[in-house]
């Protein structure tokens, strides 16, 4: 454990050197970011753990002849926790902590709370044991859940000095549909994930449109005594549809973004720990010709600590 949480301090150091800008988080998928595991739901175990993530928007319109900007900054801690059922079968559980900012030249504002919280029964139907040295093996979880509005939404047409998309929650009870597929062979490997929520109207009438994300991962699996090293690298996408109120489009939201991401991926004894960066390729919101939204880089770390039997079982056995 001192040698993982060294690992942990050094992430801190190289990640912090990293800066980042923001407007409107839910503007694409990023408030999904609590149900990406990645390679962790192929360890048969149970878990609990902590990730905290952040994204920055910045965005900024001429209004009477003036520049008007807001930098935004988004900030959450997933409490995260898996019991797994049975062999093929996993329940996940995300509690979102919130903190979000508003910086601007008109405005400063910021909410901090409970986020929505979201459970996830996750199935296994590919699930191919065995020595990856010596031929491809494949596993493939798909998952289906539901997300319940814990979190405070206030919305106004005529005073809106906080919009939706900065809020803690959208309201809404949302339903979603998670497939993780992953292969590997001579410790080289690749991860596939996508994630789909289906946003409902909430008491308010205002509907944030339906998100999902995908991404698509190479790795490589090294070891140093009983530590186990996973370098990442991938490509990450995410969209949004326009939201509604009362069944009317609103500007100026959703919109679809493109990014690099690179990461690391430490194991050792029953302890994990994750750090992942993710950098802009390509992006378009659905802005009008006023307003200019732009996302910079996010960052996340994860530590996880597996319980149970299993608990020390790679993905993949080595022998």
């Known amino acids: 454990m001192t ?13 912090g050197l990293i800066q980042h800008n923001a407007s409107a988080c839910d503007a694409c998928g990023c408030a999904l970011g609590g149900f990406n595991f990645g ?10 753990g902590l990730k905290y993530s952040r994204a920055n928007f910045y965005a900024d319109m001429m209004h009477g002849g003036n520049l008007e900007y807001s930098n ?3 900030q959450r801690m997933d409490f995260m926790g898996r019991i797994a ?5 996993q329940l996940n559980i995300v509690l979102p902590y919130m903190h979000n900012q508003m910086d601007g030249s008109h405005e400063k504002a910021q909410l901090s709370g409970l986020g929505d919280p979201m459970a996830i029964l996750n199935y296994k139907i590919i699930d191919q044991k065995g020595n990856p040295m010596e031929a491809w093996l494949h596993n493939l979880w798909i998952g289906g859940g539901i997300k319940s509005p814990l979190a405070n939404f206030e919305y106004s ?6 919009n939706p998309n900065f ?20 410790r080289w490997g690749i991860n596939l994930e996508a994630v789909y929520k289906v946003n409902a109207a909430n008491p308010q009438n205002y509907r944030f449109g339906n998100q999902y994300n995908m991404q698509a991962s190479a790795f490589y699996m090294s070891r140093a005594g009983n530590t186990q090293f996973i370098p990442i690298g991938g490509i990450y996408h995410e969209y949004g549809g326009q939201h509604t109120f009362e069944g009317f489009y609103q500007s100026n939201s959703g919109g679809k973004l493109t990014m690099a991401q690179i990461g690391l991926q430490v194991q050792s004894g029953t302890w994990m720990l994750h750090g992942n960066y993710q950098s802009p390729l390509s992006q378009h919101f659905n802005s009008d010709l006023h307003v200019n ?3 910079k880089g996010r960052l996340s770390f994860t530590l996880v600590k597996f319980i149970g039997n299993k608990s020390n079982n790679s993905i993949f056995e080595f022998k």
């Open 39 to 48: 390679i962790i739901p192929q360890n048969e175990a149970h878990f609990v």
């Open 3 to 15: 040698k993982l949480f060294n690992y942990f301090i050094v992430f801190l150091g190289l990640f």
């Open 167 to 186: 809020q803690l929650g959208s309201g809404s009870w949302d339903y979603l549909a998670s497939a993780n597929y992953t292969s590997m062979r001579n």
């Open 293 to 295: 939204i732009e996302s």
């Open 72 to 74: 935004d900054l988004y």
């Open 157 to 162: 047409q005529t005073e809106q000095l906080i």
């Open 85 to 89: 059922l049975k062999e093929r079968l």
